[in-house]
């Protein structure tokens, strides 16, 4: 069973930088493809990045795309969110995700593909 931890979360004014991660206990980390997602409230959980097991493969959605990068280290079993020009809108709350992968290169933004999550971590920011 893997477990998921987030981290970095807090409050910050608009234009300002957030780095989240995520720390993953258990083996299969290295073999699983990650995501973050959001859901702000009353929203739908939406995909925000995801990255495959390998690292060569990375997905961004369109309102993230130039501001945010995702990346992983699998000797560290931990995948990062570096959220930079942040905009009110993207205040959420923010949650890793991973899915065991036989492809070095798969990635998904569909939640329902994903096996475990954790328990997410607040972003507020302000204008």
């Known amino acids: 069973q893997v477990q998921l931890v987030e981290s970095g979360g807090g409050v910050v004014q608009t234009g300002g930088s957030l780095r989240l991660s995520c720390a993953a206990s258990?083996?299969?980390?290295?073999?699983?493809?990650m995501g973050w997602f959001r859901q702000a409230p009353g929203n739908e959980r939406e995909s925000v990045a995801a990255?495959?097991?390998?690292?060569?493969?990375?997905y961004y959605a369109d309102s993230v795309k130039g501001r945010f990068t995702i990346s992983r280290d699998n000797a560290k079993n931990t995948v990062y969110l570096q959220m930079n020009s942040l905009k009110t809108e993207d205040t959420a709350v923010y949650f890793c995700?991973?899915?065991?992968?036989?492809?070095?290169?798969?990635?998904?933004?569909?939640?329902?593909?994903?096996?475990?999550w954790g328990q997410g971590t607040q972003v507020t920011v302000s204008s």
């Open positions: 258990g083996r299969t980390f290295s073999s699983s493809a």
């Open positions: 995700a991973g899915t065991r992968s036989v492809s070095s290169r798969f990635v998904s933004s569909r939640p329902a593909l994903y096996d475990y």
């Open positions: 990255i495959s097991w390998s690292g060569d493969t990375k």
